[in-house]
């Protein structure tokens, strides 16, 4: 399976519309909030390079694989975080999307991100909201409610602002329609082991049962599935509805 063919990495693929939209949200709301030297941690397929990049004056990403699109004026960096390989109070910005779920040593990676940062900087940080998960993500080492970010966030930063990621009535309707596909998949699970095995060995299996259910969704509600953008999601006050949480955090100026 290809390593940006997985289900877990967002692609233009049509199935994948419903994440997409919402996951490109975080690069346009990012780019009036970021300036100066800017790093982003997990570029992914490289999808929000073009909108984060012109309210950079410098923009340096970091990814485990490098992305599949020409990189014009972004330095990138291959490696795994934490630690961040770069000198302390280096960047004006650090962003990074749906990765801090992935990462073993959150701690050690909120400390770095704050190490990273020049004094008044900021890290703009969104992951999933665990209470709208539908199943386990064995891709995840874990998943963060509300407060669980903040309380992580404010082990290195005193300021943290905390807002969410909602979709209005026609994701709604998607995300419905969604759970009760996940569920009647579930339901044959009487074992539950989708939380007692091991994430590394549920891994695959739930990458090809979660292609397979984009897929099913789009042939079944093409239209809903084809029809939503990413003006149907929208930033608000944080709470128990929001896909994403989406949280700045701010380092205190000396």
Known sequence: MSRIATAERVSLEASDNFVFQRSILAYHLAAQRVEGRVLEIGTGSGYGIEVI?????????????????????????????????????????????????????????????????????????????????????????????????????????????????????????YYAKNRESVRRITRFDILDLQHRLPRRLLQLPYDLMNRLNRRRLLNENRTLTSSIRMEDYSIGEVGKECFDLYYTAVKARK
């Open 53 to 173: 990049a012109p309210h950079a004056a410098e923009f340096v990403t970091i990814d485990k694989h490098r992305p599949q699109i020409p990189l014009d004026g972004v330095e990138f960096h291959e490696a795994t975080v934490p630690p961040i390989d770069f000198p302390d109070e280096s960047f004006d910005c650090v962003i990074s999307f749906q990765v801090i779920e992935h990462i073993d040593a959150d701690r050690e990676f909120v400390r770095e991100v704050h190490r990273v940062l020049r004094p008044g900087g900021r890290f703009i940080v969104s992951t999933p909201n665990a209470p709208m998960s539908l199943t386990r993500n064995p891709w995840h080492v874990r998943e963060y409610t509300a407060g669980e970010l903040a309380s992580l966030l404010r082990t290195s930063f005193e300021e943290v602002r905390q807002e969410g990621i909602f979709g209005n009535e026609s994701v709604m309707k």
